[in-house]
């Protein structure tokens, strides 16, 4: 077993390379081997939101303060409000963040397969947010 204290792991700000606008980081788990899963609290300011990008097993979003927005490619956006659960299916392209006003925070929760969580792609362009 392995507790974790609150504020023993420090946080970071999202970079442009992953990110649009403000975004903070905070580690929760990261399971040690044979485990694979990995899990974060992400708050997005007021616009701020990930790029397109993938998982290969999979992610769930446990959204947990505020109002944003989750998209997956070819559809349209969803509202998300604290209390929401998303489901986003492997492969699928997607990309999650605050509303234009309303900053958001989520618990991230991701499997890595053979040592990778994540395909970060490109930029959710202004029009495609709006």
């Not at 990995?38 to 505020?66: D, K, M, S, Y």
């Not at 509303?99 to 618990?107: E, G, L, N, R």
């Not at 890595?112 to 959710?124: F, T």
Request: aromatic share 8%; with cysteine.
């Amino acid at each position: 077993m392995k507790v974790i204290q609150s504020g023993s792991q420090p946080s970071s700000q999202g970079t442009d390379e992953n990110f649009t606008g403000a975004v903070r980081r905070d580690p929760l788990v990261v399971a040690d081997e044979p485990g694979r899963v990995a899990t974060g609290l992400v708050t997005f300011e007021p616009g701020a939101r990930t790029h397109w990008h993938v998982h290969p097993l999979g992610q769930i979003l446990v959204i947990t303060q505020g109002c944003g927005w989750v998209q997956a490619w070819g559809e349209e956006k969803y509202e998300v409000r604290a209390g929401d659960v998303v489901w986003i299916s492997p492969h699928e392209k997607h990309w999650h963040g605050a509303s234009d006003t309303t900053a958001m925070s989520h618990i991230a929760i991701t499997e890595a397969l053979d040592g990778s969580a994540v395909e970060w792609q490109e930029p959710v362009t202004d029009q495609q947010f709006s």
